[in-house]
């Protein structure tokens, strides 16, 4: 049976948007679909945070212990995955990775790209928090007889992070949002199953539900992010 | 002051260069247990750097640095462990701005000397008690007054039992209102027998609570005394300018 669902010709203008955009049937058709791409996206979303932004603390963490090659690395780390689009480096482990045995899945591939460059940013922001929290704190808790790594924990960082929550907020959405770029490498998130469903059926109704299916998933994260920063941020 | 006992802060031939500028050149200076010694002199002198010094906080190029007997500069010591017995106050006071005052003041405490957070608050409050700030336990740095911040300042490295206090300019950065309060604790400290060196331009308490004021110019000491000879009596040329200078300004 051909899926195409042609638009009938008698039409008025305004039916036939609501019968291209707002289709209750097709929407019903591929609902579960996009529902399954909605799983898919969220997990991938959460796993790249999760490992973005713990590499990126760590490699801010490791920068701050001032031993120059490793500082070095981490630059150029840093610089290297934050200039590479994310799209170029999930080619290149999907595509070119199985010849130098080292093939992935659509989803490892989006999952290490996304990571690897959210740790990038996310390094690159904590450490500038860490850099502008006041000199004289870390020579009061030095002084103290603290460590450079208790002094880090347990003074400069509570202080750094609440300074990196509105630019990390930020990137983490811009980045979290390349989800979508699973789609080269035939990964089965929103976007995907929504373009797929859509040139299937001839109708752009999948594409509004798979644009729900984003609202869903991010604008309670911005409302998160939001909630977030006034609750960390305090009056000096 | 004990002169018979052996000194608690001991510096000697005190080298200390910042690039090609040689600010500490030559540093021989003691402070015997219970003693308040007085640093003054123009900015510049290296006032600052030789207080650093006493807790490495800036290292120095050469000389040595003792603290109750243990040189704090030979390879291989625990800094972190000697730290805790100099106790340090700031002129900007560096307070920890996302933590209470009793935060500020048990968390070396609590994260160094593991102790547990009911000891640790018992001796924190004792320690803010001793400044005065009893009730000002659960406030956060804002909401303090200047004077009050360095008061926490002060009970912060008291809360440690340190040997020794080290105050680098401690009311510089207040209203001179402000100022009072925070000299009273100092005196309150200095007759309980704390052994302290301060920098400081508050010449009228080096009048009144020093054992010796010291006079540096240039990376030097170049006179030390009794205050009232320092003040009464100075034999260098430059101690003289300098004074001069500071009653021009009164």
Redesign the interface.
């Given at each position: 049976m051909n899926p195409v669902v042609n638009v009938p010709p008698t039409m008025s203008t305004l039916d036939r948007f609501l019968f291209s955009f707002f289709n209750p049937d097709i929407a019903g058709r591929y609902w579960k679909a996009i529902a399954e791409g909605f799983v898919t996206t969220t997990w991938l979303g959460v796993t790249v945070i999760i490992t973005g932004l713990v590499v990126g603390l760590a490699l801010a963490v490791a920068r701050a212990q001032h031993v120059k090659p490793l500082n070095f690395c981490i630059i150029v780390f840093a610089d290297v995955f934050r200039a590479l689009p994310p799209l170029v480096i999930i080619i290149i482990l999907f595509f070119a990775f199985p010849y130098i045995e080292m093939a992935m899945s659509a989803f490892t591939a989006t999952w290490l790209s996304l990571s690897l460059v959210l740790a990038a940013f996310a390094e690159e922001i904590f450490w500038a928090g860490i850099l502008a929290v006041p000199k004289g704190q870390w020579e009061a808790a030095r002084s103290t007889g603290m460590s450079r790594l208790e002094t880090l924990q347990h003074v400069v960082l509570p202080q750094a992070v609440r300074m990196t929550v509105p630019p990390l907020t930020n990137r983490v959405m811009a980045i979290t949002k390349g989800t979508a770029l699973g789609s080269v490498v035939a990964l089965h998130e929103i976007l995907n199953v929504s373009s797929s469903a859509s040139s299937e059926s001839g109708n752009a109704t999948p594409l509004l539900v798979g644009a729900c299916a984003y609202l869903i998933l991010f604008i309670p994260f911005v409302w998160f992010g939001r909630w977030i920063e006034t609750r960390f941020a305090w009056k000096r | 002051m004990k002169q018979d006992l052996p000194p608690i802060l001991e510096l000697k031939g005190l080298v200390k260069s910042f690039g090609a500028l040689q600010v500490l050149k030559g540093i021989d200076f003691s402070v015997q247990p219970g003693e308040l010694a007085f640093i003054i002199g123009p900015s510049g002198s290296g006032k600052s750097t030789l207080l650093r010094c006493c807790?490495r906080?800036e290292e120095p190029d050469g000389g040595s640095v003792t603290v109750d007997g243990i040189d704090i500069t030979a390879p291989g010591v625990d800094i972190?462990?000697?730290?805790?017995k100099?106790?340090?106050v700031?002129q900007?006071f560096?307070?920890?701005?996302?933590m209470t005052a009793l935060g500020n003041v048990t968390?070396?405490l609590r994260?160094?000397q593991g102790m547990d957070k009911a000891t640790a608050d018992a001796k924190g409050r004792a320690a803010l008690e001793r400044v005065g700030l009893t009730d000002k336990a659960d406030a956060?740095p804002?909401q303090l007054s200047g004077g009050q911040q360095q008061r926490v300042?002060i009970a912060?490295?008291l809360a440690?039992e340190p040997l020794i206090v080290l105050f680098d300019e401690p009311t510089s950065a207040l209203d001179p209102e402000l100022v009072g309060g925070v000299l009273k604790v100092m005196r309150e400290l200095r007759e309980s027998g704390m052994t302290m060196v301060v920098v400081s331009h508050e010449m009228a308490f080096a009048r009144a609570a020093a054992d010796r004021v010291v006079f540096m110019d240039q990376g030097q000491i170049v006179e030390q005394g009794p205050p009232e000879e320092v003040f009464g009596n100075p034999k260098h040329a430059r101690l003289r300018e300098f004074l001069a200078t500071l009653a021009d300004r009164h």
């Open positions: - | 807790n906080l972190n462990r000697l730290r805790q100099i106790g340090m700031f900007s560096n307070l920890y701005p996302h968390l070396a994260k160094v956060y804002n300042g912060r490295s440690l």
